[in-house]
């Protein structure tokens, strides 16, 4: 059964960085696109960034325009473990954090494409 678990967030004050981890169990993940969403109370799940296994040590990323050059995923194939690292963080980054994982979803940034998604942690970003 898969299985992912969300840490690391938390409440910061803008410019501070939190590093988001998403352990995943149940299967091998790594031809999968595993991805961060973030969602903000009463509106819709947003994409963050994709993380997709191409060949060997190669992977494709894509990032939402609001995060490029501030955070950056990354995948560790030994601890099965899906990172988020957010630098300069801002107030309009504040929800909840999301991990999902589609076998065939090719770095999508569409909800709908994943089939496997974590509990979210929650980001606070104070001014």
């Known amino acids: 059964q898969v299985k992912l678990v969300e840490s690391g967030g938390g409440f910061v004050q803008a410019g501070a960085s939190l590093r988001l981890s998403c352990i995943a169990s149940?299967?091998?993940?790594?031809?999968?696109?595993m991805v961060w969403f973030r969602q903000l109370l009463g509106k819709e799940r947003d994409f963050v960034a994709a993380?997709?296994?191409?060949?060997?040590?190669?992977?494709?990323?894509n990032y939402a325009n609001p995060v490029k050059g501030r955070f950056t995923i990354s995948w560790d194939d030994n601890e099965n473990t899906l990172f988020l690292q957010m630098n300069s963080l801002k107030v309009e980054d504040t929800g909840v954090y999301y991990c999902a994982a589609g076998k065939n979803a090719g770095a999508s940034s569409v909800p709908n494409n994943y089939n496997d998604w974590g509990q979210g942690t929650q980001v606070t970003v104070a001014s």
């Open positions: 993380n997709r296994w191409i060949a060997g040590s190669t992977y494709y990323t």
């Open positions: 149940g299967r091998s993940f790594t031809t999968y696109s």
